[in-house]
């Protein structure tokens, strides 16, 4: 089992930065692939980014601005986003398979004003 945390999250405004932390209850150095994802109001939850190993994907959005990394040392994986949008505001969410299971944090809220 994986409990995952989330952290960082704010108001800001458009054009600030915000990195957002997922600390993860066990190692995290045998987990291969860690994801954010983010939700807004009306929409479908949205795959933001994923870490696979040392290699990175995004979604076409975030590219260029935001980046996510990970600390396995600290059981951590971050998420820098910068020149923030408005419409990056919503809930972003940290998540992991484990074991066959999907894992889920809580979520920390985004808002980005104009």
């Known amino acids: 089992q994986v409990q995952l945390v989330e952290s960082g999250g704010g108001l800001v405004q458009a054009g600030g930065s915000l990195r957002l932390s997922c600390a993860a209850s066990?190692?995290?150095?045998?987990?291969?692939?860690m994801s954010w994802y983010r939700q807004a109001p009306g929409n479908q939850r949205e795959m933001v980014a994923v870490?696979?190993?040392?290699?990175?994907n995004y979604a076409d959005s975030v590219k260029g601005r935001f980046t996510i990394s990970r600390d396995n040392a600290k059981n951590t994986v971050y998420l820098q986003m910068n020149s923030l949008k408005p419409e990056d505001t919503a809930i972003y969410y940290c998540?992991?398979?484990?074991?066959?299971?999907?894992?889920w944090g809580q979520g920390t809220q985004v808002t980005v004003s104009s």
């Open positions: 870490i696979i190993g040392d290699s990175t």
């Open positions: 066990r190692s995290i150095s045998s987990i291969i692939s």
């Open positions: 998540n992991t398979g484990y074991r066959g299971y999907n894992y």
